[in-house]
């Protein structure tokens, strides 16, 4: 199973697990199909939308988890 990092772009994110979009859309981030999303990771997004980075890697992850 993978692991979501800061490091990885949403694009990346998405390749991972297609549905976790919900997770994303919690802390508001609703452009997931944007062209700034192919490039920007999610430590960059974290920043960019005032989030804990750490509570959002949490709940990726975990949504990762649950739907392996």
């Not at 005032?50 to 709940?59: A, Y």
């Amino acid at each position: 199973m993978a692991k979501i990092t800061a490091d990885m772009t949403i694009y990346e994110v998405l390749q991972v697990a297609p549905d976790i979009g919900p997770v994303f859309f919690e802390f508001g981030m609703h452009c997931l199909g944007c062209p700034i999303s192919r490039g920007e990771t999610v430590e960059q997004a974290a920043a960019a939308h005032g989030v804990e980075l750490n509570v959002m890697l949490d709940k990726l992850n975990e949504f990762v988890e649950r739907n392996a």
